[in-house]
């Protein structure tokens, strides 16, 4: 079975530092994601420097499908060894997977990567290897449906050193968290972010290191289809009905003219809840047989502001869904659940919105940003126009 390749990263800033010494790379080639953490030595601006180029050579050269020996080859003898520590300026972790589950980890001088599985958190078998006379480790991985690994910079294991831990996060207290904090829905981005944000508890706010949790994780395909707006000419609306309820997946329909449309075509009633979770946001509507039913443009541009926190690698707070309000549901159910998506966008002057300050190119450039942050998130998205 091909499965949805899920990846997603939260920095933490060592404290004083406007650059990060911690760099994630991800590139997705074929069949193949290839996800890069390099952590270079040391913090600002440096450290970045260093971080860059690594990651960006081993993505580059692992997505293009040179072979994996020869990557490392090149990477280590292009970077300089510090003098005084006698270490490598940058050590790396690389996952290289291809959709059946099937792939390589390879690690240099970082933690070891952990996998996440049913519920566990395992360390994987690990087998050592030299190359340039360096100790690189290969696991040859295997994973299946909901499997999780979690990678990290060494910031993750100094979490609280001198503060809330002597001696800094052990790895099994880190295991025994991931046990007690990771759902099964969790998607990497939240995985990656509650980790995160974990030891930004621990340093009490202020990292006394660059702190990087990259997350990749196997998930089942999940499609899901939008139905956003009436179309062009009213006698489409029976056509473009039938398309949209005939896709496999849930169903989404945004705006009170649209909700009204498919209820009609599917000899079915619209209610509306008289809740207001959030009263910037109007409230939900329920259609048998839709899966979610929302107000249109108003929620949307919420959405597509949840969609930038979502995406911001420095934010641990963004990536939790726990509102009831139609845009928080909405946001959950195509950042965290799905993983292909299909829009309806209908371009006719909506009568529901006469004497508005809202037009159909408002609603079209909304839907085009949100399209291109979903594909940010790696999901596959078309959009229709009629």
């Given at each position: 079975m091909n499965y949805f390749i899920d990846n997603g990263y939260t920095s933490l800033n060592k404290k004083g530092e406007e650059l990060c010494g911690d760099r994630v790379e991800c590139r997705t080639n074929g069949d193949y994601l290839t996800a890069v953490l390099c952590d270079g030595m040391g913090s600002g601006v440096k450290a970045n420097i260093?971080?860059?180029?690594?990651?960006?050579?081993?993505?580059?050269?692992?997505?293009a499908g040179v072979p994996l020996r020869d990557c490392i080859e090149t990477l280590i003898a292009s970077l300089p060894v510090c003098k005084v520590r006698n270490v490598a300026y940058a050590t790396f972790s690389v996952c290289h997977i291809k959709r059946d589950g099937t792939g390589e980890l390879l690690e240099f001088d970082n933690p070891g990567a952990i996998l996440l599985r049913d519920g566990d958190a395992l360390d994987f078998s690990r087998t050592k290897t030299e190359i340039?006379?360096?100790?690189?480790?290969?696991t040859e991985l295997a994973l299946k449906e909901n499997d999780a690994i979690v990678i990290t910079s060494d910031g993750v294991e100094h979490a609280g050193i001198g503060m809330l831990m002597n001696f800094g996060w052990e790895r099994n207290q880190i295991k025994d968290y991931l046990r007690r904090s990771v759902k099964r829905g969790m998607s990497a981005r939240s995985i990656s972010a509650t980790l995160a944000g974990e030891?930004?508890?621990?340093?009490?706010?202020?990292?006394?290191?660059?702190t990087t949790v990259l997350a990749v994780k196997v998930k089942k395909p999940e499609p899901t289809a939008?139905?956003?707006?009436?179309?062009?000419?009213?006698?489409d609306d029976k056509a473009y009905v039938a398309e949209f309820m005939a896709l496999p997946g849930k169903k989404v329909v945004c705006g009170g003219t649209s909700s009204q449309i498919v209820a009609r075509e599917l000899g079915k009633e619209v209610t509306t809840s008289f809740d207001f979770p959030d009263r910037d946001v109007p409230p939900i509507g329920y259609i048998d047989g839709i899966d979610l039913t929302t107000e249109g443009v108003i929620t949307i541009r919420r959405v597509l502001e949840l969609s930038e926190r979502y995406l911001d690698p420095w934010d641990v707070g963004g990536k939790s869904f726990t509102k009831r309000d139609g845009a928080t549901l909405l946001s959950k159910l195509l950042f965290e659940d799905s993983t292909e998506l299909e829009f309806f966008v209908g371009q006719?002057?909506?009568?529901?919105?006469?004497?508005?300050?809202?037009?159909?190119?408002?609603k079209l450039k909304l839907i085009d940003k949100l399209a291109e942050n979903l594909k940010k998130m790696g999901k596959s998205v078309k959009i229709r126009y009629y």
């Open positions: 260093l971080a860059t180029l690594s990651s960006k050579i081993l993505c580059t050269m692992l997505s340039c006379g360096k100790t690189v480790y290969i030891c930004n508890e621990l340093y009490m706010n202020e990292p006394g290191d660059d939008v139905f956003v707006g009436p179309p062009m000419h009213k006698s006719s002057v909506n009568e529901a919105h006469k004497g508005l300050p809202i037009e159909t190119t408002m």
